[in-house]
């Protein structure tokens, strides 16, 4: 059984910065992709960024240049480090892993954290 545990988010006010941590547990590799989703109220959940298991980064347009994406293989981590926080950053902030294995996807999500952007 995999678990994938947020911390991190928080009230902030614009401007600010925040750093996201996801740990999981269980049968889990470094192969997997590990990204960062959020959901705003009223809209649907979209991809914040996302780093393979090469360490090749995506991310959203929304976020380049103040969001940075990273992972940490040996201890099953993956983190979000969010500067010049916006109003619109506002959301819950999900972290997912997800491989393909021959015809099998394996995708895990995290219960959520809560990111407010506000003053």
């Known amino acids: 059984q995999v678990q994938l545990v947020e911390s991190g988010g928080g009230l902030v006010q614009p401007g600010g910065s925040l750093r996201l941590s996801c740990a999981a547990s269980?049968?889990?590799?470094?192969?997997?992709?590990m990204g960062w989703y959020r959901q705003a109220p009223g809209k649907q959940r979209e991809l914040v960024a996302a780093?393979?298991?090469?360490?090749?980064?995506n991310y959203a347009d929304s976020v380049k240049g103040r969001f940075t994406i990273s992972r940490d293989n040996a201890k099953m981590m993956v983190y979000l480090q969010m500067n010049s926080l916006k109003p619109e950053d506002t959301a819950v902030y999900y972290c997912?892993?997800?491989?393909?294995?021959?015809?099998?996807?394996?995708?895990?999500w995290g219960q959520g954290t809560q990111v407010t952007v506000s003053s």
């Open positions: 780093v393979t298991s090469d360490s090749t980064t």
């Open positions: 997912n892993f997800y491989r393909r294995l021959r015809l099998r996807e394996y995708d895990y």
């Open positions: 269980g049968s889990i590799d470094s192969l997997y992709t």
